[in-house]
Structure formats: structure tokens, C-alpha cells
């Protein structure tokens, strides 16, 4: 079958990529379609440090193939939205309805695939960018039948970690003020997500001011291509602030630009190594900086009901696609990600 490889130095297209049978608890998907997010290009120029080769993509959704023993919340022909969260479902964490900390649910990659007899990692316990994948049953949601699944893929990553960063980890109230730095597939849902909890003032802002179209269509109330004048917007700064970049400057403006008992959420992902500053003083004016995983999310839930919103049109997905490749497309789909062209580019299988 066909799938996306990185073996250290660059990827390829393959078309030999096997994969094993599911086994107790698992379930074989067949992937029609999946996002290409930062992340996946962070693994491939080293930002996200992971062992090769691996089969990339995480942003991923597609119908039921086959289910292992136990599996009952789904059957073959489902559709279903792909988490990266293979959470174990019974630790501490888990049983508090906090399943991204769950310390199963990270660096530990599995080898369900295989190339000429040689075993390959799965990227974020997912590898979307195959024609079939292999998951933990914790990780399929099914989905209505109604929703386009190239829309579908993107709940998995992109509206998990923005929305719901906004609604889970944030708790943006209603009449908020929210500055959203960076307008990508993250900022955009980041933006959607305060629109829906209710903010009174978004600004988003972005060095591209071909963006501001489509920020202020997923909610922003301002566009800005500089943090310099947000004050003027938000005299006394911001009740929350998004980092969506991944860059230490950028994360000392979000905390700088914080009202009194303002927040700032990190989602971007700088290098591994890196380190911000902040001044200290200021931070005893009750704010707060949150580090937040995957929109401290409960996939089982939260893909279910963004799928909801999405059918009563509160929450925007085909928006987001603005184009679509064959697989055999990667590197033109990556060129364009990288240049801005697109909000999200996807993979079709």
C-alpha cells in the first residue's frame, strides 16, 4: 500500500509500506483523507525529535476496516475521525478525564508497519499518511456519515488543539477579550473557538496580511500585522493570549501583552532546547503562562461534539481545506504549506 516515509533524510512516497492485522483492542482503518499539519514538517527538519523511519501523518480520518477482539463502539464501515491519543484508559490521569497526561499516550512509538521486512514507526500513534492505519479503539471516533471526511480529518489535530485549547484549557468566558498570535490551522481554530465560547473582542494577528480574509471569516474582530498596536485595541491588554507560532519572541509578547489576571497559552512548538524569558514582576499581577497538550482534550468526546457543531454550521471545517492533493502530490502539498498558500493542506488517498 502506499504511505509517506521519513527515514532520517527525506521522504518519500512509497507504494510496498505493509501492515499488521489488529489485534485485541485495535482497529484497521482505511484513511481517505489527512491533514498536512506543522507538526509533520517539524519531524522532517528535526524541530520534533523521532525515531526513523516512521510513517508520517496524524491529522487523519477514514472508514472501518476490520476491528480486534473487544472492539464494540465501532464495526467495519464506520466512519470515523483518528486522535494521536493512545491513551491507556486506566491510570490515574485517565480516570480523571485527563487523558493527554496519560504518561502511555507519548514516546512510546509503535511498529505496526513494515517495508521489505523491516519494521517502521508510527508517528503520534497515528501515521495518517497511509492508505490504511492501525489505531487503539480509544483512538476512532465514529462520525456521521454526512461529514466530508477530508472536513473530518482536521478535527483529529488542528480543531482538538485550538478549540480546544480555547474551551478546555483556557475557559474562555463570555465577553473575553483574546489575542490570537499566528493564523494558521491552529490560530484559525484557536479564533473559532473563542467566537463560539463567546469572546467579545479577538485580535488576530499575523505577519501575512493575505490572512486577514479568512481570520475575520472564522471570527476575528481585528487583524493586525504586528503585535506593536494591540494596545490600541486592548488598552490594558488581552484577558487571554495564543501563542500559535512556536517562537520564543512571540511567547515573551503573548505574556507581555496580558491584562491583570490574564493567561497565556503556549501551542506553538519551538525547538526542542529552546528557552523564553519573561519579566518576573510582572506575573504577581495574578497571570498565569499554561503549557497545553493537544487542547487538553477527551478525543471520545470532544470529536463528537465539534462534529456536532460543525453539522449546525457553529463550527467552520471546509473553510479550513482550501486544497486538496493525491498523496503522490506530498512535496507540492509541503511547498505550499511552507509558502502560506494554503490554511490546511490535505491528502486524499
Do not use: W
Not at 514538517?41 to 510513517?55: A, H, K, Q, R, Y
Amino acid at each position: 500500500m502506499r504511505g509517506v516515509v521519513f527515514d532520517g533524510e527525506r521522504t518519500e512516497v512509497v507504494d510496498d509500506l505493509e501492515i499488521r492485522d489488529p489485534g485485541p483492542g485495535e482497529v484497521l482503518v482505511a484513511v481517505s483523507a489527512a491533514g498536512l499539519c506543522h507538526s509533520d514538517l517539524s519531524v522532517v527538519d528535526g524541530t520534533i525529535p523521532f525515531p526513523v523511519p516512521v510513517v508520517l501523518g496524524h491529522e487523519g480520518a477514514g472508514v472501518v476496516e476490520e476491528v480486534g477482539a473487544g472492539v464494540t463502539h465501532v464495526q467495519p464501515g464506520d466512519h470515523v475521525s483518528l486522535s494521536t491519543l493512545a491513551n491507556c484508559g486506566t491510570c490515574a490521569e485517565c480516570d480523571r478525564g485527563r487523558p493527554t497526561m496519560c504518561r502511555k499516550a507519548i514516546g512510546m512509538p509503535r511498529q505496526p508497519f513494515s517495508r521489505a521486512g523491516r519494521p517502521l514507526y508510527q508517528f503520534a500513534a497515528n501515521s495518517a499518511f497511509a492508505e490504511r492505519t492501525l489505531v487503539k479503539a480509544v483512538q476512532a471516533v465514529r462520525i456521521s456519515e454526512e461529514i466530508p471526511l477530508p472536513a473530518a480529518a482536521l478535527i483529529g489535530c488542528g480543531v482538538l488543539t485550538g478549540v480546544g485549547a480555547v474551551l478546555n484549557r483556557a475557559r474562555v468566558d463570555r465577553g473575553d477579550s483574546v489575542l490570537v498570535i499566528g493564523t494558521g490551522g491552529i490560530g484559525l481554530n484557536v479564533i473559532q473557538g473563542a467566537r463560539i465560547a463567546g469572546a467579545l473582542t479577538i485580535v488576530a494577528v499575523d505577519a501575512n496580511p493575505a490572512k486577514e480574509a479568512m481570520a475575520r471569516q472564522f471570527g476575528a474582530t481585528h487583524f493586525l500585522t504586528s503585535t506593536k498596536t494591540v494596545k490600541d485595541i486592548l488598552p490594558t491588554g488581552a484577558n487571554h493570549a495564543f501563542e500559535c507560532v512556536g517562537r520564543v519572541e512571540l511567547i515573551r509578547q503573548a505574556i507581555d501583552l496580558l491584562d491583570r489576571h490574564g493567561q497565556a497559552v503556549l501551542l506553538g512548538v519551538p525547538p526542542a532546547t529552546a528557552e523564553a524569558s519573561f519579566l518576573v514582576s510582572s506575573m504577581y499581577l495574578d497571570k498565569s503562562i499554561l503549557g497545553c497538550r493537544y487542547g487538553s482534550s477527551r478525543p471520545q468526546r470532544d470529536i463528537a461534539l465539534y462534529a456536532e457543531l460543525y453539522r449546525e454550521g457553529r463550527l467552520l471545517l471546509d473553510e479550513l481545506v482550501t486544497a486538496t492533493y493525491p498523496v503522490e502530490d506530498f512535496e507540492k502539498a509541503v511547498q505550499d504549506a511552507r509558502g502560506g498558500r494554503v490554511a490546511r493542506a490535505v491528502l486524499t488517498f
